[in-house]
């Protein structure tokens, strides 16, 4: 799996996104660039390079698959015993994280 890096984040209000949309999409297009549109402070919606989009929806489809392969490997599980799993793999993680 590839991990695109974005730099950052242009904020840019709804209006002002709305009179420069041409310019918006050039950026984005041409130099990468990622925008992040708000609408009374809040974002609400972000252009970003189609390549980082198809990533996104590449990864979510690899994690419901995933999902759906544990939820069928599991369904006949004991979930106490699952829950004991779970914990132990996590103490495993963030043993060696330290």
């Excluded at 009179?19 to 990622?34: A, H, M, R």
């Excluded at 198809?54 to 004991?78: C, G, H, K």
């Amino acid at each position: 799996m590839q991990v695109v890096q974005v730099a950052s984040d242009k904020q840019v209000g709804i209006a002002q996104a709305r009179q420069k949309f041409g310019s918006i999409v050039e950026s984005v297009q041409y130099d990468g660039e990622t925008f992040v549109i708000s609408r009374n402070g809040k974002p609400v919606a972000a252009v970003v390079p189609v390549r980082i989009f198809e990533q996104y929806q590449r990864e979510r489809e690899e994690l419901f698959s995933l999902i759906d392969r544990v939820q069928v490997a599991n369904q006949n599980a004991d979930p106490d015993e699952v829950m004991t799993d779970v914990l132990k793999a996590q103490q495993g993680l963030r043993s060696k994280q330290k």
